[in-house]
């Protein structure tokens, strides 16, 4: 019988840091172990592969909840593309979501498009101020330079 390797299983654990290998162990043998070396290989592959998929899963949600943030973003004018400075400046504000974009959670990730869809619906992000600036008419004064007190 060859020798089991288990860096797959710890790399995905490491992917998942809510996961309890002991949890998960006990789960998959029914309650019999919580040692990885006594779990026979169906019952480790089949662990492996349920985790696997759940993180497939959740990357693929992550990248999708990231998707719509970023296009209402962009609805609320700030450039996107190839722009992560500003992104980061954007998100990272408190009043917006408190964290830099790529450090934002599925949860959080909601949570900010949910927040931002409020902010497109009331007028954007500077709610009528926009429209008000242009209402007041400029005034334009030329000074020529022999005019400037030396």
């Known amino acids: 019988m060859a020798k089991r390797v ?6 995905l654990l490491r992917k ?7 949890e998960m162990v006990l789960q998959f043998t029914d309650g019999r ?12 592959e ?11 899963n959740s990357a693929e949600e992550l990248r999708r909840w990231r998707s719509s943030a970023l296009l209402r973003i962009g ?24 964290k830099r ?10 949570e900010l498009v949910r927040k ?4 497109i619906n009331k007028g954007g992000l500077h709610n009528g101020t926009e429209q008000a600036r242009q209402d007041v008419p400029m005034t334009v004064v030329h000074i020529r330079p022999s005019e400037v007190a030396s």
């Open 16 to 22: 998942n840091p809510r996961i309890d290998k002991d």
């Open 33 to 44: 172990t919580t040692h990885l070396t006594q779990m026979t290989d169906a019952e480790y």
């Open 46 to 56: 089949e662990m492996v592969a349920t985790i696997e998929t759940a993180t497939n």
């Open 6 to 11: 288990y860096t797959k299983f710890y790399a």
């Open 116 to 119: 931002l869809e409020m902010i």
């Open 75 to 98: 609805r609320l004018g700030i450039n996107t593309i190839d722009n992560w400075a500003g992104i980061n400046s954007f998100v990272s504000s408190p009043k917006i979501a408190g």
């Open 101 to 110: 974009f790529y450090d934002l959670t599925v949860v959080e990730l909601q």
